[in-house]
Antibody, heavy 119, light 110 residues
Framework: EVRLVESGGGLVKPGGSLRLSCAASGFTFSSYIINWVRQAPGKGLEWVSSISASSNYIYYANAVKGRFTISRDNANNSLYLQMNSLRVEDTAVYFC????????????WGQGALVTVSS | QSALTQPPSVSAAPGQKVTISCSGR????????VSWYQQLPGAAPKLLIY???KRSSGIPDRFSASKSGTSATLGITGLQTGDEADYYC???????????FGTGTKVTVL
């Protein structure tokens, strides 16, 4: 079974840092683009970042550029999102999602990890 | 980054048809593939359509999609109560080098 499982969410103060992880199983992780997508409470989906299979290409949404860093460890089938200088508006459920054929064909999603930024 | 434009809500009776529009620009929909997602309450999104018109594995043919110019459309026929959900379009924006989602549409079965 193809599976993505996020972890590392929690409550953090504005200006703080948090690292999300996404554990993949059931497919050849090193062959796929993987993405982070977030959803603020009661709001729509927002693309956050993408990383190519071999980490050669990395893209970020303007809202997180310079503060968030995406990375992956193909040997351990894991994806990461290092989030620094967190803001209240970063509060959201963060999903990792596999890209199928193209970056934005998100064919497999994790269950999501809630990040709450509040004082 | 501007989101793609979708109507906030659409509704129809069981068995009827609804269509959801997704409007963008040449840098996104106009030159890239569009995908569509269904998100049931409290759940992760689910891929319905990829590469503009192709149904994902296990998706019934009641769901269909098309693309023309800078707009895309999702159609749902034979509407069922289980189709009540939020629906999103998505594509890549070549100018922004970023992914972009639609604003989302809530489908209500009357």
């Amino acid at each position: 079974e193809v599976r993505l499982v996020e972890s590392g969410g929690g409550l953090v103060k504005p200006g703080g840092s948090l690292r999300l992880s996404c554990a993949a199983s059931g497919f050849t992780f090193s062959s796929y683009i993987i993405n982070w997508v977030r959803q603020a409470p009661g709001k729509g989906l927002e693309w956050v970042s993408s990383i190519s299979a071999s980490s050669n290409y990395i893209y970020y949404a303007n809202a997180v550029k310079g503060r968030f860093t995406i990375s992956r460890d193909n040997a351990n089938n894991s994806l990461y999102l290092q989030m620094n200088s967190l803001r209240v508006e970063d509060t959201a459920v963060y999903f990792c999602a596999r890209g199928f054929l193209t970056v934005t064909n998100f064919d497999t999603w994790g269950q999501g990890a809630l990040v709450t930024v509040s004082s | 980054q501007s989101a793609l434009t979708q109507p906030p809500s659409v509704s129809a009776a069981p068995g009827q048809k609804v269509t959801i529009s997704c409007s963008g620009r040449s840098s996104n929909i106009g030159n890239n593939y569009v995908s569509w997602y269904q998100q049931l309450p409290g759940a992760a999104p689910k891929l319905l359509i990829y590469d503009n018109t192709k149904r994902s594995s296990g998706i019934p043919d009641r769901f269909s999609a098309s693309k023309s110019g800078t707009s895309a459309t999702l159609g749902i026929t034979g509407l069922q109560t289980g189709d009540e959900a939020d629906y999103y379009c998505a594509t890549w924006d070549s100018s922004l080098t970023a992914g972009v989602f639609g604003t989302g549409t809530k489908v209500t079965v009357l």
